[in-house]
């Protein structure tokens, strides 16, 4: 009979051997079926090594910065701060795309294959509207693929418009008013390379809101930086115009998905 598969442990590092062979397949600090974390089947519906958060896993692979192009600067201009950021705090190069440019067939390998900061709301931003439109079954854009393989599972988060602007569903809250600013984890699988991956979106139901989100992305002790969201910051936040004033009495909402991305309140904080 062919030998069992085993696992063991060299210099604190696992290696896994092919049954049979004795031969590893990976270990060390190179690739393997352990060390690359993305390539876990489950996280295509699931949380995982690949996808668990919490804000700050989205740099923990090559990724980019996606603003909105068309809705005036705002999201651009805090795409460049994001960028410019992350040189000064740890020279990482952080390249930002335009939405319009990162649908562009020449764009869509690499940006499919990134993590993404996704700058802008849905009516901002048109990979942010494709991502969340592909978890109701949409997300095709302007005659392109879905940017978001089709997810049941998917983060309780919902932009809505109202007579009096755009309004922020987040679990059992309503959010209202040019203030608010959210940032939220959202999960990517890549049905072509089945690898799992992260979107973060930052965004503001106005252009206060979003000023007031970048608040959290900001050095708080120059020039002892990290890069930005990178500092206890969990999956999800919600913020209104007191986080000026008041800093961290500003935050109205913020969490941990579960493990199916659903809210779940036990890991939640919500003023609402």
Not at 84 to 104: E, K
Not at 138 to 147: A, F, L, Q, R, Y
Not at 253 to 264: K, L
Request: proline residues 9%; aromatic residues 8%.
């Amino acid at each position: 009979a062919a030998a069992a598969t085993t696992t063991t442990t060299t210099t604190g590092t696992w290696r896994f051997c092919a049954t049979g062979s004795g031969a590893a397949v990976g270990g060390g600090e190179s690739a393997g079926i352990l060390q690359d974390s993305s390539r876990f089947p489950f996280q295509e519906f699931e949380r995982g090594p690949g996808n668990y958060g919490p804000a700050r896993q989205v740099f923990a692979r090559p990724f980019l910065l996606v603003c909105g192009a068309d809705n005036g600067p705002g999201p651009c201009s805090a795409a460049t701060y994001l960028s410019n950021v992350h040189w000064t705090a740890s020279a990482t190069f952080a390249p930002v795309l335009r939405d319009n440019d990162a649908l562009l067939p020449p764009a869509r390998a690499l940006v499919e294959s990134s993590n993404l900061i996704l700058i802008g709301t849905p009516i901002e931003n048109r990979l942010t509207r494709a991502m969340m439109a592909s978890a109701e079954g949409g997300g095709t854009v302007n005659g392109g693929p879905s940017h978001q393989h089709r997810n049941p599972n998917h983060p309780p988060i919902r932009f809505i418009p109202g007579g009096d602007g755009l309004h922020l569903r987040l679990g059992p809250c309503l959010f209202r008013g040019e203030g608010i600013g959210v940032l939220f984890l959202w999960p990517h699988w890549n049905p072509t390379t089945e690898t799992a991956g992260t979107r973060l979106v930052v965004a503001g139901l106005g252009k206060r809101g979003l000023a007031n989100i970048m608040r959290m992305a900001r050095p708080t002790i120059p020039p002892m930086m990290r890069a930005p969201f990178a500092n206890q910051v969990p999956d999800f936040m919600v913020v209104d115009d007191d986080i000026f004033p008041k800093g961290t009495g500003g935050i109205v909402a913020a969490g941990f998905w579960g493990n199916h991305w659903e809210y779940v309140a036990e890991n939640s904080f919500m003023r609402c």
